[in-house]
Nanobody
Framework: QVQLVEAGGGLVQPGGSLRLSCAASGRTFSSYDMGWFRQAPGKEREFVAG????????VYANSVKGRFTISRDNAKNTVYLQMNSLKPEDTAVYYCASKDRNSGSYYNQDFFGSWGQGTQVTVSS
């Protein structure tokens, strides 16, 4: 298993930007595909973005496509989520998660074995 710790959440105005980071420790970071998920109050946790172990493939939820960018730096054992043009409906707790390389769909949370504790993102004026 890999241990994951998110950072970078906070309060931002609509139209603003935030960059989340997720630091991994434990087993070899490059063994894992990574994903970002979010859970808004009263809603189920949903997929946001995913990136393959080497960074060559990225996938996004339709709701964030064109506004969010996922990236990773395997030398730093860190995955990032750059969030631009934020909207109030982006308000949620954001989680990073890992799944074994090339195993299953990014959209299915059941394939992700390790999760961070989450970081709150609030978009409000």
């Amino acid at each position: 298993q890999v241990q994951l710790v998110e950072a970078g959440g906070g309060l931002v105005q609509p139209g603003g930007s935030l960059r989340l980071s997720c630091a991994a420790s434990g087993r070899t970071f490059s063994s894992y595909d990574m994903g970002w998920f979010r859970q808004a109050p009263g809603k189920e946790r949903e997929f946001v973005a995913g990136i393959s172990w080497g960074g060559s493939r990225t996938v996004y939820a339709n709701s964030v496509k064109g506004r969010f960018t996922i990236s990773r730096d395997n030398a730093k054992n860190t995955v990032y989520l750059q969030m631009n043009s934020l909207k109030p409906e982006d308000t949620a707790v954001y989680y990073c998660a890992s799944k074994d390389r090339n195993s299953g769909s990014y959209y299915n949370q059941d394939f992700f074995g390790s999760w961070g504790q989450g970081t709150q993102v609030t978009v409000s004026s």
